[in-house]
């Protein structure tokens, strides 16, 4: 992925050239390229959401483990299977 980018054109279909002086330009519309930020507040909004999701399904799968170790007749483990796929 480039490091640049034109903020004017639809990320999907924009293609990038040099210019004679050296300059990164857009192949759309000719205007010069932006730099992309390194951590751009979307992807972060992502990642917050993705761990907000994430981490009670975690905590969830650690305790189903901790419940399966201190369960150790294979029939009571079945049933739990059943009970946590039931909510
Ligand atoms: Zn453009």
């Known amino acids: 992925m480039s490091r640049y980018y034109c903020p004017f054109c639809s990320s ?15 192949g759309q519309c000719g205007d010069p ?12 909004i992502g990642l917050v959401a993705a761990s907000a999701f ?3 399904l975690l905590v969830m799968i650690i305790f189903v483990l901790n419940d399966f170790t201190k369960e ?3 029939k009571n483990s079945e049933s ?3 009970l946590t796929m039931d909510k």
């Open 80 to 82: 739990l299977v059943l």
């Open 33 to 44: 390229l932006l730099k992309k930020p390194l951590l751009n507040s979307r992807r972060i």
């Open 12 to 26: 999907r279909y924009q293609f990038h050239k040099t210019r004679s002086d050296g300059v990164l330009i857009c």
């Open 72 to 74: 150790s007749l294979p």
């Open 54 to 56: 994430l981490a009670p």
